[in-house]
Each structure stands twice: as structure tokens, then as C-alpha cells.
């Protein structure tokens, strides 16, 4: 029997492959799936069984998860279509009989008021009640949604937010990758929900750390939810992403993105990684490029 992982082609699936192959599971015991299967040829390469799977075009599915006992169900990133998504993942997983799903949701999505949080709980009551095992990971904010504006940060010295001083516990790709491996890979997980954050910031804080990292002085500008999404129209990201960003830092400004769980830290095994050490390191890789 195998594991399946979707969305093996993006950010967070690549990783919990890279970790599931890191702790010597077998390649050919993982399904790595994605639209482009082109972008999982290395993988191939060695030995992972590489399939192409469309949650938007269920023909591609049954084959795609056919064989496998237990499948990463890792959220796709199309707004307002992340709900059919997942429902058509599941249901084709359950006819392939996959017999156990783990499913990367968001932090607190049961009681978020956020955009994103709403397709998530509905993807969570609907994995609950199509009958299978399951264990949901509730990922908090990824690093790399800052870190990622390294670039524009520096340019202009000012981080832009609409978040006024709420918490958001944001974790690094690669902690919650090792957390999905260490789930897929051991006992005794079925039927939990992990709220998965690190350590909390403001996003005032953040801005500290970018003046404290790159040497000079970054300021937290904080704006409107109206002007923070014209702003980031403005800025090329497409208007209903633009909306979502905006609309998620207003939840992070009621504290829908904090947790003060220390679920992530107890399933990797050791301190998770902070925005400091995240910053320094993508810091690092630019100047190595």
C-alpha cells in the first residue's frame, strides 16, 4: 500500500515529500500527484511514483489515488473553489479506498469569521461525515507569506498590513511539512485536529525583525481593510486574492490566527522555527543567488 500527496507540484506537498523521503520511507511506497506532472519528473528520477491528479477534473482522480491506504489532502489555493475541491478529492479517494485522509485546513477555522476559514470548516465537516479515519491539521499563517516580500520590504523600508496589533502564530513551510510527515508516518494520530502555529508576533514586531535583520529601518505601516486590498490590486495581485490577503489580516487583527497551542512543536519534535531565523535565512539565500 502506498501514500498519496496532493499538490506534490506546490510549496508545501514538495516538502512533506522531501521529509517522507528524508525518514527513508520507501519512494515507491509515495503517490505524488499534482496538474503539472512535469514539475514532479525528479522525483520519478527517484523512484516515487508520480501520477496526475485534477481535483477540478475527477476522471483524473481514481487512478490517481488508486492502490493507496492513506492520503495528505494538502487545500488547493483557488478561492472559492477550495470547498469542491476537497469534496471531490474525498469522495474519490473513498472510492479508491483510501481508508485514512489527512487534511491541511487552517488554524481555528472552526471559529474564524475569515473568508479563507469558511471553505476549510466546510472541508472539515465534510471529511468528518463522509465516514473516513482522518486527522486534520490546522496550519497556521506561513512565514513565507512575509519572508516572500523580502524583496519589496527592502525597497520600500515599510511592511503593509491591516492587522493593528493582533497576533498571528506563523509557522515555516518546513515545520508544518515535518508535522504531515510525522502523521502520515506514525500511530495514534487518527481523529485528532492540531492547531499548528509557532511563536507569536505583531506585525509591528515583524517589522522590528526586518529593521533588526536586514540593518535597517523597517516600518509597520498599518491601513485599512479597503486601502490595504487597493493597495494590493495596485500592486498586480489579482482582486479576489487581494480581497482574501486583506480580509485575513483583519481576522489575524481579532486573533483568528493565533493559537497558543504547542501542538506543531510536540509532532516535529523540537522548538519551531521563528521569524528571526526564517528572515536570516531567506536573507541568506538571496544573497547566494
Avoid at 230 to 241: D, K
Avoid at 266 to 282: C, N, Y
Amino acid at each position: 500500500m502506498s501514500t498519496v500527496i496532493t499538490g506534490a507540484s506546490g510549496h508545501l506537498g514538495r516538502l512533506v515529500v522531501e521529509q517522507l523521503l528524508t525518514i527513508a520511507t520507501p519512494p515507491e511506497q509515495i503517490v505524488a500527484t499534482g496538474r503539472d506532472v512535469e514539475k514532479l519528473a525528479d522525483l520519478a528520477q527517484r523512484g516515487v511514483t508520480v501520477r496526475r491528479a485534477d481535483f477540478a477534473d475527477p476522471t483524473t482522480l481514481d487512478e490517481a489515488f488508486a492502490g493507496a491506504d492513506t492520503m495528505l489532502l494538502v487545500s488547493t489555493t483557488t478561492i472559492g473553489e477550495r470547498f469542491e475541491n476537497a469534496r471531490n478529492a474525498i469522495d474519490a479517494a473513498r472510492r479508491a479506498g483510501v481508508t485514512r485522509i489527512v487534511y491541511t485546513s487552517i488554524v481555528n477555522a472552526s471559529t474564524a469569521h475569515m473568508t479563507l476559514a469558511d471553505e476549510h470548516r466546510r472541508t472539515e465537516d465534510y471529511l468528518r461525515d463522509s465516514g473516513s479515519e482522518s486527522v486534520i491539521l490546522r496550519n497556521g499563517w506561513y512565514l513565507e507569506n512575509y519572508t516572500d516580500q523580502l524583496p519589496m520590504i527592502s525597497q520600500y523600508h515599510a511592511l503593509l498590513g491591516s492587522a493593528q496589533d493582533g497576533l498571528v502564530s506563523a509557522a515555516a513551510r518546513r515545520d508544518l511539512a515535518t508535522a504531515a510527515a510525522t502523521v502520515l508516518t506514525q500511530d495514534g494520530h487518527l481523529g485528532a485536529t492540531y492547531e499548528l502555529g509557532g511563536a507569536p508576533f505583531t506585525l509591528a514586531e515583524l517589522a522590528a525583525t526586518f529593521s533588526d535583520v536586514l540593518g535597517t529601518h523597517i516600518a509597520y505601516q498599518d491601513m485599512s481593510v479597503a486601502d490595504y486590498t487597493s493597495t494590493l490590486t495596485g500592486a498586480g495581485l489579482p482582486p479576489e486574492m487581494a480581497a482574501a490577503v486583506a480580509d485575513a489580516d483583519a481576522g489575524l487583527a481579532l486573533g483568528e490566527l493565533y493559537t497558543d497551542s504547542d501542538d506543531l512543536e510536540k509532532l516535529i519534535g523540537r522548538p519551531a522555527i521563528t521569524a528571526h531565523e526564517a528572515l536570516r535565512d531567506a536573507v541568506a539565500a538571496g544573497e547566494s543567488r
